[in-house]
């Protein structure tokens, strides 16, 4: 189980500078643009321009903060206004993110097609994540506890998270409210489980991928 802090984590200034990224995840360790199977990271975009493209990778992105942007495909667009309303697109697009006023943070998912799947969501109660091989969780708002039988629970806030990655096997442990009394609404998280394909047909894939 491996702790971060967006408060500490650095950050990478896009190749196009129109912003910069704060890696929170990214499997396998070490694992550059081109080769993980797996990345979440955090983006501060302070200006409209391209995003990078991603071949062979599906995407989810939602809105953390700020003003938000109008994204535009090949095919279709999307305002990403509303804030923690996930939203899935192609990689392989080359879409423009138009800003809709200042500075905006963004929330980001990238799965390498054929290799894994899961999905964002927002949750407001307790959460374990059983079976699911690898993952992720962040706080979005309110306290909440990682809490593993016979060891101290470890406080998370907002900006707070975890991940894992395991080797098939349960992972013990769970993500709960610190204060159960407290109104759901008061609480929220972003929980990702990931598991792996069973057919890893991307072997012969070969992404090309900037930064992101």
């Known amino acids: 189980m491996n702790f971060f802090d967006l408060a500490t984590t650095g950050s990478t200034p896009w190749k196009n500078g129109g912003g910069s990224t704060q890696e ?3 499997w396998p360790p070490g694992a550059d643009m081109n080769r993980f199977e797996w990345r979440v990271s955090l983006a501060t975009v302070d200006r409209s321009g391209p995003f990078s493209v991603f ?22 667009e999307h305002r990403l206004e509303p804030r923690w309303q996930p939203f899935a697109f192609s990689g392989d697009d080359a879409v423009d993110g ?3 006023g200042g500075t905006s943070k963004d929330f980001n998912l990238m799965l390498r097609r054929g290799a894994w799947r899961g999905a964002m ?8 994540p059983e079976t699911a091989e690898a993952g992720l969780a962040m706080v979005l708002q309110g306290e909440w506890l990682w809490s593993v039988p016979g060891a101290v629970p470890q406080r998370l806030r907002a900006g707070q998270g975890l991940w894992w990655a395991g080797q098939g096997d349960a992972t013990r442990g769970q993500l709960v409210p610190a204060d159960t ?8 998280a972003v929980w990702i489980a990931l598991e792996r394909c069973e057919s890893q047909n991307n072997e012969s894939k070969t992404p090309s991928a900037r930064d992101g």
Do not use: E
Not at 63 to 68: N, Y
Not at 121 to 128: F, H, M, N, P
């Open 24 to 26: 929170l995840a990214c």
């Open 55 to 76: 071949p062979g990778i599906d995407r989810q992105i939602m809105l953390l903060g700020g003003d938000g942007l109008h994204l535009r495909g090949p095919a279709w």
């Open 98 to 100: 138009a800003m809709l």
């Open 121 to 128: 969501r927002i949750v407001a109660d307790a959460q374990a």
């Open 181 to 188: 009394s407290t109104p759901t609404a008061a609480c929220a």
